[in-house]
């Protein structure tokens, strides 16, 4: 017997009560008016709770998926492609969950054969008379009951296909298999019922009316279509009969689809037993051990004691009339028969609410939580990678940091060794000049020699033949040079710009800015110029080419002299002297005098000096006089025969070197006195020209010393580049440090949430 069943004491106190229109109606508005101790309370919780965690999930998910489209992330590399696509997938699965938890309701579906009371079962549940009921196979389709907010007036039914609303008078004949209007026995026509006028519907509970199983043998299409999100299946047996096969195989085929079905089991009709008491007792052991037999063995869905709550013997049709009556007509012991039905609508609402939580919340919590979990393993992968980054840059900033000052002190000391090397190259380049000037200088006559081209002495022909000395002087001077100097300048030159590279290229990373450091060639038309420029230096050259006899009275005073211009000049020449004499003379009284010498002794000595420079003069300028003196006194002493042949020896010189006075002779003095000129001016000009080839050296190395440190400013600024860019990694990744941290507690929290939500709805339950 089951254990279930009410006590005698309790069937006594039942059947004393005396039926009145308060007394059945009262004990249910009694237990409808409980709803907060109501167990169907705790899937509208879970289902709250649930929806509740799953927003808070979709905001940070919304929150972290912003975060991963940002700029910083996408640029610091701290998180990989497949596992920023994992996270934002979750999006998508959490709004799904998020609509399918919404949509959630408790759903049991009732199944039977034909005419064993499932509609009046479902109606005597919802209080009223809503489901087609009567003889024979009333319902020929499944209809579904669910909750809705309309008023009993608006409360309507859709059919499959169909948008609109239908009246809810129109359900008896649409519903019903007596109506000529058909519908296929698979389709599900929902019935849309005010949550006010029933407990169960409040509380999202939605009932699924079924055809009979035994009027159809397409039982796997209605399983697929209707069943399989059913929470509690409620088989209505007609208490008159036993379990028949067709029952058994439907459910043995609902057990191969679901696991663990909750199944319940009505003998309904058993007001039957109303007249024939004395076999009562024997058809409900019968049927109860038939029963558990087929639950416990056959589907294995409970053991035998959970069976004792699944199996129930009831009559829906008292049930409906009392409570959609007053004062309905009824057997006796329908007290027992009442009280069972209640049982059973309690043990219903506890498991169909613990059932509905399990089934429709285990997977999403179960589901959530482990996205919850990879959420917050890969915010602390990307928050651990973004410090271990954070701390690479710092160590690489500080490094290059390091770098740049060493970079700074090199060039310092670069820069400084490149100066002295210029220096020292520059003084070698001077020195090299100007002994090689000065020794071509003493070879001018050589090259002046050498020159070859025609003479005459004729001022128009002699001024283009001192203008292609000029030039020629210029050539060969600066060819001598350059034969003599250029090799090893250039060599020194290139030995120089060699160590500027090799130094360079220690300071410069980069590969780029090495291989154009490398590939950097030196000038190969780099030559020096000396510029001595002869036709301006000797611009002023005046030569004297005329004839002058060497013994004439003339030449010998030049030679006496020293003065090769005496002719001209010869009075200028004696003021000149006297004039230096006499300011020499000054000088040496100033210095007499300081050294207390007897200045009358030094008087006298310049007197004399000067006496006889004022003579000489006055005989060089009556120098004809005096000739003509001179030979009178000769001839006068010596006789004329002496005289004759002195005069005679004085001729024939004169006339040999006047006959051999040519234009060869003219040239060859020309050259003499062009190169003692030349000699003079270009030594007036050696180290100017030494100090001009030394500038073009260093003006050379200077160019090519710049041209190598640009290489050294681009690696700086790309020193500089970087050190930026690690400033902007490094605060970039701060944020990010930031971000993901407070995002990693958020994932963690929801996590928590969920694990929350498992203990008090889930594994209580287990």
């Avoid at 006594?12 to 009262?26: A, F, I, K």
């Avoid at 350059?482 to 120089?496: F, V």
């Avoid at 020193?719 to 860019?725: D, I, L």
Wanted: hydrophobic share 35%; charged share 25%.
């Amino acid at each position: 017997m089951s254990d279930r069943m009410p006590s005698v004491k309790l069937l006594r106190n039942v059947s004393m009560s005396p039926l009145n229109s308060t007394g059945l109606h009262s004990l249910n508005i009694q237990n409808e008016s409980d709803d907060a101790s109501s167990p169907l309370k705790l899937f509208k919780q879970a289902k709250h709770s649930m929806n509740q965690v799953y927003h808070d999930f979709d905001s940070v998910i919304s929150e972290i998926n912003a975060f991963f489209e940002s700029a910083e992330l996408k640029s610091s590399d701290v998180i990989s492609y497949p596992e920023i696509q994992k996270i934002q997938s979750f999006k998508d699965k959490c709004e799904g969950l998020i609509k399918m938890i919404s949509r959630d309701r408790m759903k049991c579906v009732f199944f039977g054969r034909t005419s064993n009371g499932k509609s009046s079962t479902i109606n005597a549940m919802l209080h009223q008379k809503i489901l087609p009921i009567g003889i024979g196979h009333t319902t020929n389709c499944f209809l579904q009951v669910e909750g809705s907010d309309l008023s009993e007036h608006d409360a309507c039914f859709y059919i499959p296909g169909c948008d609109q609303p239908e009246k809810i008078k129109n359900l008896l004949n649409l519903g019903s298999a007596l109506s000529k209007e058909k519908l296929d026995s698979s389709c599900l026509v929902r019935v849309l019922w005010p949550k006010e006028k029933c407990r169960l519907l409040k509380e999202d509970v939605v009932l699924v009316d079924s055809p009979g199983i035994d009027v159809s043998i397409d039982l796997d299409a209605w399983i697929d279509q209707n069943c399989l999100d059913a929470d509690v299946f409620v088989l209505v047996v007609n208490a008159e009969s036993t379990l028949t096969k067709t029952e058994k195989d439907f459910f043995h085929k609902v057990s191969e689809k679901l696991t663990q079905p909750n199944i319940f089991i009505l003998n309904n009709r058993w007001d039957a037993t109303a007249y024939e008491p004395e076999t009562a007792e024997i058809v409900r052991d019968q049927h109860i051990e038939r029963d558990k037999e087929f639950l416990c063995n056959e589907l294995k869905v409970c053991d035998k004691n959970q069976a004792n709550s699944r199996i129930y013997f009831v009559s829906a049709r008292e049930v409906l009339l009392t409570r959609t009556q007053s004062n309905p007509q009824l057997p006796p012991g329908y007290q027992n028969r009442l009280l069972q039905f209640e049982w059973f609508e309690e043990e219903f609402e506890k498991c169909i609410s613990m059932s509905a939580v399990k089934t429709k919340f285990d997977q999403p919590a179960q589901r959530g939580k482990q996205m919850a979990s990879t959420l917050s393993t890969t915010l602390e992968n990307c928050h651990q990678r973004a410090i271990q980054k954070k701390t690479l840059f710092e160590n690489n900033l500080k490094n290059l940091i390091k770098k740049i000052q060493q970079t700074e002190q090199k060039l310092q000391d670069f820069t400084q060794d490149m100066k002295d090397k210029i220096h020292d190259v520059m003084e070698d380049v001077e020195k090299n000049v100007t002994l090689t000037l000065n020794d071509e200088i003493r070879k001018i006559g050589i090259l002046i020699d050498e020159f070859e081209r025609p003479f005459h002495p004729d001022e128009s022909q002699l001024n283009w033949y001192k203008k292609e000395m000029h030039e020629y002087i210029d050539q060969k001077l600066g060819m001598n040079l350059a034969k003599r100097l250029d090799e090893p300048l250039i060599q020194s030159l290139k030995s120089t710009q060699e160590d500027i590279k090799k130094r360079v290229l220690e300071l410069v990373e980069s590969e780029e800015n090495r291989k154009l450091v490398s590939t950097t060639i030196f000038r190969d038309d780099f030559f020096i110029n000396y510029r001595l420029n002869c036709s301006n230096l000797c611009a002023d050259f005046r030569e004297d080419i005329s004839f002058h006899f060497s013994l004439g009275f003339t030449s010998l005073m030049r030679r006496f002299t020293g003065n090769k211009t005496f002719n001209s000049t010869h009075s200028l020449f004696f003021k000149e002297t006297s004039n230096k004499f006499m300011q020499q003379n000054a000088t040496s009284q100033v210095r007499y005098d300081s050294s207390n010498l007897d200045p009358f002794q030094a008087t006298s000595q310049a007197t004399n000096f000067l006496v006889m420079l004022q003579s000489v003069n006055l005989i060089a300028s009556k120098s004809n006089v005096v000739l003509l003196a001179v030979g009178g006194i000769v001839w006068r002493g010596l006789g004329w025969q002496i005289l004759a042949l002195t005069g005679s020896l004085y001729g024939l010189c004169y006339l040999y070197e006047r006959l051999m006075w040519t234009k060869k002779s003219q040239e060859k003095i020309f050259k003499k006195q062009y190169a003692d000129y030349a000699t003079s001016k270009l030594r007036l000009i050696v180290d100017l020209t030494s100090q001009n080839a030394a500038s073009q050296v260093k003006q050379e190395l200077a160019m090519y010393f710049s041209q190598m440190s640009r290489y050294i400013d681009i690696t700086k600024d790309e020193y500089f580049q970087e050190v930026k860019k690690y400033e902007v990694d490094i605060d970039a990744l701060n944020k990010l440090i930031n971000k993901s941290k407070i995002l990693k507690n958020k994932g963690k929290y929801v996590h928590d949430d969920f694990e929350k939500f498992i203990k008090e709805y889930l594994d209580t339950i287990s």
